[in-house]
């Protein structure tokens, strides 16, 4: 738990140095403030360029509509997959890190300097690799921007300048750590939902580095400096990047989670250490997921391939099924304790679901969890890879995790960082109030009419799936549910644009005096100051309601895993 001192040893009468927020009880320093907010705008404006990428994409897999020529629809691919996949999740991790090491730990920004020049770097990156894959044919290279396809050296100095820049914002995330424990800014273990934050930055440290190892010798493979690269050593090094990059994204979303349940029901975890040892899991296995993406590579033995997603990688998963129990227990705790307790569900059914943080929360769970997390641990299967990989299977899979999971769970963040951060008032209320159910209900359409169009084996990549001359009809049906989701999404996606930029731009400028947009709940966030360990032991607010859930989604999980193995069997059917 943070140690609240009544003052800030760096302030030299400046008044602005730092302003106490009435609603947290924590003191905000300026320089930390103005980097979060600056983050988090650069993370809007690349969601929103990604998401118009998105909508032109989708239009054109979607056969009926076919939108784009070939030449646009790969640029705009590549477009999609660096805004959504790298600038949006990174500027919005960065914001959390510098929230997570100042304003959680009640400290200062040791080094804000250093954070600016992070945030230059990355915003030049980003900005630069917008340009030159927009009016540069030759960078028409997919996000993975796989050898032997070349870009423009341009194209390898804007992701180079982004990773460096975010390295270094990485970097003042570890220099604040230090600087507040020396100043005694916190006492013993530091706040969970900054140790998850923590996690995430580790992480991160690691991937950045991997992708340094693959984009640097493509740099210089594109300017003639050195004459080849293999493609299969690109391959390997792209992956520690590409994949570990999606698990910085699952560390920080659960971070939010926990975040947002307190927020919203305010919880208390049911047993922290239990949820801090899951983090630990996720930095000594998640990372060996980045392997399946390498299943269909002949040069990689077998022995290698099964150790890296089967046998070690179940322990990271182990990991993310103990946050799958103890978030949902611990809302179950705090509905009960307040009263909600009849029968398994009394206190599901009333939730707060009209507030667009708990609404948030749960649509990123169920999805990430029921869709996502089921299909992306039996893609890490080698022999079911063979099935899945180069189909719509794999995009199903992903944009059930990243974008249904991680962009909704920031999404619904972002609702209270407009008053707390921005110090603007919330605008568009109802339409925060429906935003995560449209953005969540297009996601859901979106990512099964993905995977259910790969079942029949339509490719992942291709412009136009008519090529062979065959396309079965029910392909035509899951593609137009894969469409309809696509426009839900936009919508969704739309609306909270909207809410946000009208709120920043013309919301009045007021302190926050509550905590919720719609009930205007008072109570602090982030301080377990509701729950007393009566009300966590008695035996009427149990999370009996969780453990059903949690079965139930194991039994999903069985049964949508050897129904794989079935219609693997089904390939080498002889009659």
Known sequence: MATLAPTFPWVKGAKDDYRTCPVLTLKVDMHAERLIIANAVMAVLTLTIGGIAALLIALTRWQTFHLLDATWFYRLLTLHGIDMLIAWMVFFEIAGLHFGSTVLLNARHAAPKLAWLGFILMTIGGLTANVVVLFDPRNTVAYTAYMPLKASPVFYLSYILFAVGALIAVATFFINIVVAKREKRFEGSMPLVAFGFMTAAILATYTLLQGAAAIVPAFLWSMG???????????????????????????????????????????????????????????????????????????????????NTSYAMYLAVLGSMMHAFSIPAAMEVALRAKGYRKGLFGWLRNAPWKEPGFSALVIS???????????????????????????????????????????????????????????????????????????????????????????????????????????????????????????????????????VFVSVLTGPRTEANRLLLVSGDGNPVLESTKLTDHMMEDKQNQPRGAFVLVFAFLVWFAVYYFTNWWLLGRTWFIR
């Open 225 to 307: 400096v050195i004459s080849s690269f293999d493609p299969g050593i690109y391959r390997n090094f792209f992956w520690g990047f590409g994949h570990p990059a999606q698990q910085v994204n699952l560390a920080a979303m659960i971070s939010i989670w926990y975040s947002l349940a307190q927020i919203t029901v305010g919880i208390r975890p049911v047993n922290e250490k239990f949820s801090r040892l899951a983090f630990v899991l996720y930095l000594f296995f998640i990372n060996l997921g980045a392997a399946h993406h390498l299943l269909g590579d002949p040069g990689l033995s077998f022995a290698w391939k099964a150790v």
């Open 365 to 499: 769970i169920v999805i990430f969890g029921w869709v996502g997390g089921v299909t992306g641990v039996v893609i890490g299967t080698e022999q079911i890879n063979m099935l899945v990989h180069n189909t719509m299977r794999l995009p199903g899979h992903f944009h059930a995790t990243v974008v249904s999971g991680t962009t909704t769970a920031f999404m619904g963040l972002t609702y209270y960082l407009i008053p707390l951060i921005f110090r603007k008032e919330l605008k568009l209320k109802k339409w925060a109030v429906w935003q995560p159910y449209v953005f969540g209900g297009g996601m859901l359409l979106l990512s099964l009419g993905m995977i259910t169009s790969g079942l029949q084996g339509v490719s992942r990549r291709n412009w136009d799936i008519t090529f062979a001359g065959v396309v079965p009809g029910t392909v035509e049906l899951t593609l137009a549910i894969f469409g309809i989701g696509a426009i839900l999404a936009v919508i969704g996606g739309i609306m909270f644009v909207t809410v």
